[in-house]
């Protein structure tokens, strides 16, 4: 419908182009033979027309479904994350509650023993499985004992004069151990430094 009506404005035009121009002259058998092919490349350029226009809306239409998808793509990915963050702690936690439980048993048995030694034996063995599970989870002590002073690794809370020279510019006294995850540091190591 609308390929006829663009080739009858086209052929309008082009007949008031033609009657404009030979108005005084009398009509030539050439002039038959150019409206017959203005008006065959009029019909191939609507339908050339008709193409692009067609090809145009197919491309808007994929470029709208693209958006579409990146945009639930960006939504899941976001919410994904957001659960990820929210049980990210979970295993460790979880690995955690056996120490949880031996404290609790240690707790106890302080209440009823009178062995002394036997109760210290415990603390140790808790605080060394309790070390082991921060080394299985990538946690590891910032070495501090005469080591040299590194701001990478060490805070130094106060400065102290050196017992030798030997010392001077190294750690002399960590009040608070240091830690790192996977090599990266945690917490600082606060130490005192010999001048």
Request: with cysteine; glycine share 4%.
């Amino acid at each position: 419908m609308k390929k006829q009506k663009n080739a009858e404005k086209i052929q309008e035009e082009v007949e008031t182009v033609d009657t404009a121009q030979t108005t005084d002259a009398p009509e030539a058998p050439e002039s038959k033979v150019t409206n017959e092919t203005t008006d065959e490349s009029a019909e191939q350029i609507v339908d050339e027309l008709e193409v692009v226009a067609q090809k145009c809306a197919e491309l808007n239409d994929k470029n709208l479904r693209l958006m579409a998808e990146f945009d639930n793509y960006r939504k899941r990915t976001l919410k994904e994350r957001m659960e990820l963050l929210k049980t990210a702690s979970e295993k460790v936690l979880s690995d955690m509650l056996p120490l949880v439980d031996d404290f609790e048993r240690g707790l106890k048995a302080m209440e009823t023993s009178e062995d002394v030694q036997a109760v210290k034996d415990g603390v140790e063995l808790i605080y060394t499985k309790f070390i082991a599970f921060l080394l299985q989870n990538g946690i590891k002590a910032i070495p501090t004992e005469n080591e040299v002073f590194d701001t990478e690794f060490h805070e130094a809370i106060t400065t102290f004069p050196a017992p030798s020279d030997e010392h001077k510019g190294k750690i002399i006294d960590c009040v608070s151990k240091g830690y790192t995850l996977n090599d990266k540091v945690i917490r600082f190591s606060k130490v005192v430094v010999g001048e």
